[in-house]
């Protein structure tokens, strides 16, 4: 397996220096994906391998805190709970960003303490999630693992990338009823990377007025809502 890196980052673990670690490939196939190229490329196109990941990752003990591990979607490959455990034995807080759909492994992470921090993309309302995931039926894999992390004592987050024409008012209510009492839940405006999945032009971002009454819906359920990169 190889990875893609980003060595600095201040943005991706919320109060770490962190670097970046992607993992190639994803079950879903959001239109909106803005790593497209990550999403559907080659492994052997990435620029790392694992002995010059954690080479780096040595080298970079005593400066970053923290590493986050995104995709893709990590827990689609095997490998992935094995390389955590590496990364967290060299001293590393650890950061997963998952879509949901592995909750079996998720909860694997969780319980032998090997994630600190877990990233949940919830992709709409649960009516409207087989179409926002590019018609992959992952609903009841997703709500399993926000089911666990409510009860969990891990810290975590969920986020929603808001595009139109996929969300309206309606759809945030929904959310914030399934994920009523998470400690944090970010709006995430969309933006257009030139590596999208499907056309540009079907997609748009939300003004920063419908951002605000959708964030108002979502505070009802969970009061620390906020937007990010707002």
């Given at each position: 397996?190889?990875?893609?890196?980003?060595?600095?980052?201040?943005?991706?673990y919320?109060?770490?220096?962190?670097?970046?670690?992607?993992?190639?490939?994803?079950n879903?196939?959001?239109?909106?994906?803005?790593?497209?190229?990550?999403?559907?490329?080659?492994?052997?196109?990435?620029?790392?391998?694992?002995?010059?990941?954690?080479?780096?990752?040595?080298?970079?003990?005593?400066?970053?805190?923290?590493v986050?591990?995104?995709?893709?979607?990590?827990?689609?490959?095997?490998?992935?709970?094995?390389?955590?455990?590496?990364?967290?034995?060299?001293?590393?807080?650890?950061?997963?960003?998952?879509?949901?759909?592995?909750?079996?492994?998720?909860?694997?992470?969780?319980?032998?303490?090997?994630?600190?921090?877990?990233?949940?993309?919830?992709?709409n309302?649960?009516?409207?999630?087989?179409?926002?995931?590019?018609?992959?039926?992952?609903l009841?894999?997703?709500?399993?693992?926000?089911?666990?992390?409510?009860?969990?004592?891990?810290?975590?987050?969920?986020?929603?990338?808001?595009?139109?024409?996929?969300?309206?008012?309606?759809?945030?209510?929904?959310?914030?009823?399934?994920?009523?009492?998470?400690?944090?839940?970010?709006?995430q405006?969309?933006?257009?990377?030139?590596?999208?999945?499907?056309?540009?032009?079907?997609?748009?971002?939300?003004?920063?007025?419908?951002?605000a009454?959708?964030?108002?819906?979502?505070?009802?359920?969970?009061?620390?809502?906020?937007?990010?990169?707002?």
């Amino acid at each position: 397996m190889r990875f893609g890196l980003q060595k600095l980052t201040l943005l991706d673990y919320p109060g770490k220096v962190a670097c970046t670690v992607f993992c190639c490939g994803c079950n879903f196939r959001c239109p909106f994906c803005h790593n497209a190229s990550l999403v559907t490329g080659r492994e052997e196109e990435m620029a790392l391998d694992r002995d010059e990941l954690f080479a780096f990752l040595r080298s970079r003990a005593k400066i970053l805190d923290g590493v986050a591990v995104t995709g893709g979607e990590p827990l689609l490959h095997a490998e992935v709970p094995a390389l955590l455990k590496e990364i967290k034995s060299l001293g590393f807080a650890v950061k997963l960003d998952t879509n949901g759909s592995f909750p079996e492994t998720l909860e694997k992470l969780i319980s032998e303490a090997v994630v600190d921090y877990v990233a949940v993309d919830i992709k709409n309302a649960p009516e409207k999630y087989a179409e926002t995931c590019g018609g992959i039926a992952a609903l009841e894999k997703v709500r399993q693992s926000v089911g666990l992390l409510k009860q969990s004592a891990v810290d975590y987050e969920f986020r929603t990338t808001v595009v139109k024409p996929f969300h309206e008012k309606g759809d945030f209510a929904a959310i914030g009823r399934w994920i009523a009492g998470a400690p944090r839940y970010f709006l995430q405006s969309f933006t257009d990377s030139g590596d999208l999945l499907a056309p540009s032009e079907t997609m748009g971002a939300a003004s920063d007025a419908e951002l605000a009454e959708f964030l108002a819906e979502v505070k009802h359920f969970v009061p620390n809502a906020a937007l990010r990169g707002k």
